[in-house]
């Protein structure tokens, strides 16, 4: 399976933006990949926030954006707030894959 | 309010089989669009996808554990289950359910997780 790269950690002040990528190896991140973001907090679980690239499920913060370019993903966090310190995973999905995971992201909120 | 809830043996010898059962709640299993996946999380680590199934019966796996995983599906109860043959210490993890609202949607509705060990 083709392999999506985070990096390992970011931080950012409250109030600053903070833009985690994610980069599809191998077959990469084509037109054909649905790509979804999840947030989990230590000790839950993940959450879906952002699908379909950039869409928003209903009850997700504008703050929360995500866009494509190419073979790599975003995910913008704007304001940052102490509660936006999570682990972050980016994910693609295609009907002939699968579901694939990044390794994750830690933020931290300085 | 859709829920998922994990239940299975927090403890399983090595190359015994690990079961866990997913009950859903607020909603059917047999509601077309969705499928009803495994993901699971080592220790301290990422998510990894184990599989889904759809109400139909189709399944499909990672390839990384497609010969140890079977995902079965049961209407009647509402719930799905996962085993996981031959088991080892490298199988233990957080195992969690979700709902995959196919395609676009992704998995949007997750049970709280429980934890299987993997040890004699």
């Known amino acids: 399976q083709s392999a999506l790269t985070q990096p390992a950690s970011v931080s950012g002040s409250p109030g600053q933006s903070i833009t985690i990528s994610c980069t599809g190896t191998?077959?990469?991140?084509?037109?054909?990949?649905?790509v979804f973001w999840y947030q989990q907090h230590p000790g839950k679980a993940p959450k879906l926030i952002i699908f379909?690239?950039?869409k928003r499920p209903s009850g997700v913060s504008y703050r929360f954006s995500g866009s494509k370019s190419g073979n790599t993903a975003s995910l913008t966090i704007s304001g940052l707030q102490p509660d936006d310190e999570a682990d972050y995973y980016c994910?693609?999905?295609?009907?002939?894959?699968?579901?694939?995971f990044g390794g994750g992201t830690k933020l931290t909120a300085l | 309010q859709v829920q998922l809830q994990e239940s299975g043996p927090g403890l399983v010898k090595p190359s015994e089989t690990l079961s866990l059962n997913c009950s859903v709640s607020?909603?059917?299993?047999?509601?077309?669009?969705?499928?009803w996946a495994w993901i699971r999380q080592h220790p301290g680590k990422g998510l990894e996808w184990i599989g889904y199934?759809?109400?139909?019966?189709?399944?499909y796996y990672n390839p990384s554990l497609q010969s140890r995983s079977t995902i079965s599906i049961d209407r009647s109860t509402n719930h799905f289950s996962l085993r996981l043959s031959s088991v080892t210490a490298a199988d233990t993890a957080v195992y969690y359910c979700?709902?995959?609202?196919?395609?676009?949607?992704?998995?949007?509705?997750w049970g709280q997780g429980t934890t299987v060990t993997v040890s004699s």
């Open positions: 979700a709902r995959h609202r196919m395609p676009v949607y992704g998995l949007d509705v």
């Open positions: 607020g909603d059917s299993v047999s509601t077309g669009g969705y499928y």
């Open positions: 379909d690239v950039n």
């Open positions: 199934i759809h109400y139909s019966g189709n399944t």
């Open positions: 191998s077959s990469g991140l084509g037109d054909d990949y649905y």
């Open positions: 994910s693609s999905y295609t009907p002939n894959r699968g579901v694939i």
